[in-house]
């Protein structure tokens, strides 16, 4: 049994920041009204219906911590965690721990019924009846009990350990819990990492093999060169039909030695 892993009781301590507006919410009302003569006895009125009672009540039968007054997580739907949550038995100890927040709203009504005076001109109803005005106050202090057992048992069941009663067949009855609200409230339990994408996952590319020509800076040479080329007329044969002659390529040292042939086999001029 994890109770953080619970979203109601994580939304069960949004009660905090809500106290200090209904404790403006009463100055307001309390602004148009003048104190009678017994101011005491009409604090104690107030107090009595608005803290005590609701105080007396939430003792016999103390609020289901999956119920947000309105709204709450239907019985039959629940999960098994979610009743051995609510089947936690509250000791003595935390029962009065519990009832501590109506012993400080008394001072807290004094207080805001002397200032008052000081928000006559931001008073909710204007030239409203003293009786009126503080009837109107009891509802919201018994809001105020509501949320402070709740904030109060969320904080115990979050940042404590407490233990969840035993199975066996001796073990006692479960308190009865006081479970306000519709059962339209269904939510999911809280996860480690629950709603954050999954990272995508990367597609490994293997390296392909390039392949590469790899041309050499030099030319291969392409054989002896041929300077000098002597090209030498070949005789028509007779009876031979008229053909041009071709060129035969003779060799330098072949060439030389014709030519001083020719120059000797020449007549003396």
Known sequence: MNPRREPLLWLQLVGLGAIPLELLLVLVLLAASDPGRFPLLEWLLVWGLGAVAPSVLFWL????????????????????????ITAIPLGLPFKLLLASGTLLLLPLLLWLDRTSVLATS???????????????????LALMVW????????????????????????????????????????LRELEPGQGLPAPPAQAIVEPKESIQLVVPDTEPALGPEITD?????????????????????IEPEEATKQDQGTHLDDPIG
């Not at 949320?147 to 407490?162: C, H, N, S, Y």
């Not at 080329?229 to 390529?249: C, L, N, R, Y």
């Open 229 to 249: 080329v002597a090209f030498t007329p070949i005789e028509k044969s007779e009876g031979a039909g008229p053909s041009e002659s071709a060129p035969v390529a």
């Open 61 to 84: 039968k103390p609020p289901d911590p999956f119920s947000l007054l309105l709204v709450q997580a239907p019985g039959s739907k629940r999960r098994p965690e979610q009743q051995n």
């Open 147 to 186: 949320q402070w057992q709740q904030l109060v048992q969320a904080t115990w069941l979050l940042i404590g350990q407490p233990k969840a009663p035993d199975s066996g067949g001796d073990a006692q009855q479960p308190q009865a819990r006081l479970c306000l609200g519709l059962p339209w409230m269904q």
């Open 122 to 140: 931001f008073a909710l109803i204007p030239r409203a009846n003293r009786l009126t005005s503080l009837l109107l106050c009891a509802p919201v």
